[in-house]
């Protein structure tokens, strides 16, 4: 991609309202724009992160069984009647009517829905288990939808769902899930913490969040020392050790509902073995996948911008080109064969403006070429700042080291 096509260019100021860090850099960066409180549009640059961010998550989940669908957004009044959740949960549901007075609710979750599909599509237990996941936005009436893109009234998740045929089933898979989220946050480059919490609106059993430690999250955790096993305050309140008190994010959360709160209520039934007809044993996984963006740039970030982990960077490579720019051309010509993603600032700026941008926008390798630079190239990594010549064939190899 050539920075003079980029839509849009990287701003001088963050918004003057902005507080969070992910706020002000994925603004500047020209990552996201705001178009009124908790609703972002992801521009280019920050659907190229997110793009990074769902492809892990998709490949974890597709390894756990996890199949991809995509479920609507606006649901009938009477299937969120089903389970009480019109009124209980109302104050966080958009409700509305169209013009023929017919009620709907815009997406918040999706329990009630895959409920209704498993009710429809499953008669026996050879028709379970059931593990089916979609990428979609949410929506949620958030009272203060503060910190950046940290909290949303419309945001995009990750949520998969999974039907048993027992709770030993259930039980076994949830801790599938609980290890394929590690490895998400891993891949992500995320130090995170497992924290027992109780479950809102979604159960009244205890559900799992993942936490990633920084000062911009809303929610405290409690830290069995030494370790990365945390509780929210609620569980905290009944423990006796000491536990270190941090503030965290909330990247994921999984709920194991078992057969009462979803199957019995919308009569979620199978037929066993034994021709016993029984109740399905649910349960649901959520991912915050733009959080987790914002989440990213809070924990990886210094004085001048933000600095991606390889694995959701937009770009791999930001080229820089002073002056020559025949060599610049070649070197971006060269990348893009070898299959490597970068950004190249071919633009007529000037040599600090370009420098400064590329510290903003955060991509793990600079690559400067100029008069000065001769043949060779500046490698310089975003992460330790250190800087050497080298040659393009040295590039390649380091960023794609088995070619
Ligand atoms: P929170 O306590 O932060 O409100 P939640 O418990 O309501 O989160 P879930 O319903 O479990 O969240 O949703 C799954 C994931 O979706 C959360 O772990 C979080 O990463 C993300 N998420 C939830 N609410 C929002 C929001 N308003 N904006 C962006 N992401 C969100
Ligand atoms: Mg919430």
Same mark, same amino acid.
């Given at each position: 991609?050539?920075?003079?096509?980029?839509?849009?260019?990287?701003?001088?100021?963050?918004?003057? @309202? #902005?507080?969070?860090?992910?706020?002000? $850099?994925?603004? !500047?960066?020209?990552? %996201?724009?705001? +178009?009124?409180?908790?609703?972002?549009?992801?521009?280019?640059?920050?659907?190229?992160?997110?793009?990074?961010?769902?492809?892990?998550?998709?490949?974890?989940?597709?390894?756990?069984?996890?199949?991809?669908?995509?479920?609507?957004?606006?649901?009938?009044?009477?299937?969120?009647?089903?389970?009480?959740?019109?009124?209980?949960?109302?104050?966080?549901?958009?409700?509305?009517?169209?013009?023929?007075?017919?009620?709907?609710?815009?997406?918040?979750?999706?329990?009630?829905?895959?409920?209704?599909?498993?009710?429809?599509?499953?008669?026996?237990?050879?028709?379970?288990?059931?593990?089916?996941?979609?990428?979609?936005?949410?929506?949620?009436? @958030? #009272?203060?939808?503060?910190?950046?893109? $940290?909290?949303? !009234?419309?945001?995009? %998740?990750?949520? +998969?769902?999974?039907?048993?045929?027992?709770?030993?089933?259930?039980?076994?898979?949830?801790?599938?899930?609980?290890?394929?989220?590690?490895?998400?946050?891993?891949?992500?480059?995320?130090?995170?913490?497992?924290?027992?919490?109780?479950?809102?609106?979604?159960?009244?059993?205890?559900?799992?969040?993942?936490?990633?430690?920084?000062?911009?999250?809303?929610?405290?955790?409690?830290?069995?020392?030494?370790?990365?096993?945390?509780?929210?305050?609620?569980?905290?309140?009944?423990?006796?050790?000491?536990?270190?008190?941090?503030?965290?994010?909330?990247?994921?959360?999984?709920?194991?509902?078992?057969?009462?709160?979803?199957?019995?209520?919308?009569?979620?039934?199978?037929?066993?073995?034994?021709?016993?007809?029984?109740?399905?044993?649910?349960?649901?996984?959520?991912?915050?996948?733009?959080?987790?963006?914002?989440?990213?740039?809070?924990?990886?970030?210094?004085?001048?911008?933000?600095?991606?982990?390889?694995?959701?960077?937009?770009?791999?490579?930001?080229?820089?080109?002073?002056?020559?720019?025949?060599?610049?051309?070649?070197?971006?010509?060269?990348?893009?064969?070898?299959?490597?993603?970068?950004?190249?600032?071919?633009?007529?700026?000037?040599?600090?403006?370009?420098?400064?941008?590329?510290?903003?926008?955060?991509?793990?390798?600079?690559?400067?070429?100029?008069?000065?630079?001769?043949?060779?190239?500046?490698?310089?990594?975003?992460?330790?700042?250190?800087?050497?010549?080298?040659?393009?064939?040295?590039?390649?190899?380091?960023?794609?080291?088995?070619?």
């Amino acid at each position: 991609m050539r920075y003079s096509q980029l839509f849009p260019k990287s701003l001088r100021e963050a918004p003057k @309202e #902005a507080v969070a860090v992910n706020h002000k $850099l994925l603004v !500047r960066g020209g990552f %996201m724009d705001q +178009l009124m409180a908790g609703s972002w549009t992801l521009l280019p640059l920050g659907w190229r992160v997110v793009t990074k961010i769902t492809q892990i998550i998709r490949e974890e989940m597709n390894a756990i069984g996890g199949q991809e669908m995509l479920m609507p957004l606006m649901h009938p009044k009477e299937i969120w009647n089903e389970t009480g959740r019109w009124e209980e949960a109302a104050t966080v549901m958009y409700q509305l009517k169209d013009s023929r007075d017919k009620e709907f609710a815009l997406s918040f979750t999706h329990e009630e829905i895959v409920m209704d599909l498993l009710r429809k599509h499953i008669s026996s237990y050879k028709d379970l288990p059931v593990a089916v996941y979609h990428f979609s936005t949410k929506f949620r009436n @958030e #009272a203060r939808p503060t910190g950046g893109i $940290l909290r949303g !009234r419309e945001f995009l %998740m990750k949520d +998969l769902y999974s039907a048993h045929a027992s709770a030993q089933d259930l039980a076994q898979f949830y801790e599938q899930v609980s290890e394929a989220y590690l490895k998400i946050f891993k891949r992500i480059g995320f130090d995170v913490y497992v924290t027992e919490a109780a479950g809102g609106v979604f159960t009244k059993g205890r559900t799992r969040e993942f936490q990633v430690l920084a000062e911009a999250g809303e929610d405290t955790i409690f830290i069995k020392p030494g370790t990365h096993e945390a509780c929210n305050r609620e569980v905290f309140e009944g423990k006796e050790a000491e536990y270190e008190k941090k503030r965290a994010i909330e990247v994921g959360n999984i709920f194991p509902f078992g057969d009462k709160k979803y199957a019995e209520k919308m009569g979620g039934f199978f037929t066993d073995k034994d021709g016993q007809k029984k109740l399905v044993h649910f349960a649901s996984y959520g991912i915050g996948v733009t959080r987790v963006m914002g989440a990213v740039v809070e924990v990886f970030h210094d004085d001048k911008g933000i600095v991606w982990p390889e694995s959701v960077a937009p770009f791999r490579v930001h080229l820089v080109n002073l002056q020559n720019y025949e060599l610049g051309f070649k070197i971006y010509e060269d990348l893009k064969k070898e299959g490597i993603e970068v950004l190249w600032d071919d633009t007529d700026r000037g040599a600090g403006e370009k420098l400064t941008d590329a510290d903003l926008i955060g991509i793990p390798v600079r690559l400067v070429v100029s008069g000065r630079t001769g043949e060779k190239i500046e490698w310089k990594g975003r992460s330790d700042g250190k800087t050497e010549l080298v040659e393009l064939e040295e590039v390649v190899k380091r960023i794609i080291p088995n070619s």
